[in-house]
């Protein structure tokens, strides 16, 4: 079974620009978490999606937005990028049921000059 | 505030000990905590689950213990190998924000031969 892929793995991008994230969740998994990781912060939820419907949001400003589409597969956008969105960005799939495990991707590099 | 607090400085152990690692919380009654490993790079990989009625849960080298009085979760890896050397991240539930998957920050473990 494939695991979760995110594209790209690697990213350089200038302030001010937008970006766009892509992850195929594991086949028959129709819950897509996304996260941004930092050193100083660590794992932080940005949001899930479940069915094409965002069923949770973390704190993050607007600019970062995302969708699912009816093959689970999910994107997320982050408009107008500062310097401190560079971060590594990981997606995350699972079961229905929120007590299953999580299966991660291997993330997306970003990094905003 | 609610948090999830694990040992920001690293963990050295001598090859073949038993490593232990602490996952304190606090304001939250996951109905669960998880626990992954992730090696620089990559995204987290799912180690263990335990439920908020499980006392203790073992898989292979690896036991878990979750004390819902304490609000604390051990990790140990027993015999423990060069190999077991990565990061760890603890993850809750957490139901008053629906249900997301919230991780503390981690612990590094270093095992040296």
């Known amino acids: 079974k494939a695991g979760v892929t995110q594209t790209p793995r690697y990213l350089i991008k200038t302030r001010g620009q937008q970006v766009t994230l892509s992850c195929s969740p594991i086949?028959?998994?129709?819950?897509v978490s996304w996260y941004q990781q930092t050193p100083g912060q660590g794992l932080q939820f940005l949001f899930e999606?479940?069915?094409?419907?965002?069923?949770n949001k973390g704190n993050f400003p607007g600019r970062f937005s995302g969708r699912q589409f009816s093959n689970s597969r999910s994107e997320m956008n982050v408009s107008t990028l500062e310097l401190g969105d560079s971060a590594l960005y990981l997606c995350?799939?699972?079961?229905?049921?929120?007590?299953?495990?999580?299966?991660f991707g291997q993330g997306t590099r970003l990094t905003v000059v | 505030s609610q948090k999830i607090e694990q040992n920001s400085e690293a963990l050295n152990i001598q090859e073949g000990k038993t490593a232990t690692l602490t996952c304190n919380y606090t304001n939250y009654s996951p109905a669960y905590l998880q626990w992954y490993r992730q090696d620089p790079g990559r995204g987290p990989v799912f180690l263990l689950l335990i439920r908020e009625n499980e006392k203790e849960k073992r898989k292979e080298r690896l036991k878990v213990t979750f004390d819902t009085t304490l609000k604390q979760s051990l990790f140990h890896i027993t015999a423990s190998q060069p190999a077991d050397s990565a990061t760890y991240l603890c993850a809750l539930d957490i139901r008053s924000s629906g249900d997301k998957l919230t991780f503390g920050t981690g612990t590094r473990l270093a095992v040296r031969p």
């Open positions: 086949s028959g998994h129709r819950s």
């Open positions: 999606y479940f069915s094409e419907t965002q069923r």
């Open positions: 995350a799939s699972s079961l229905v049921d929120r007590a299953s495990e999580a299966f």
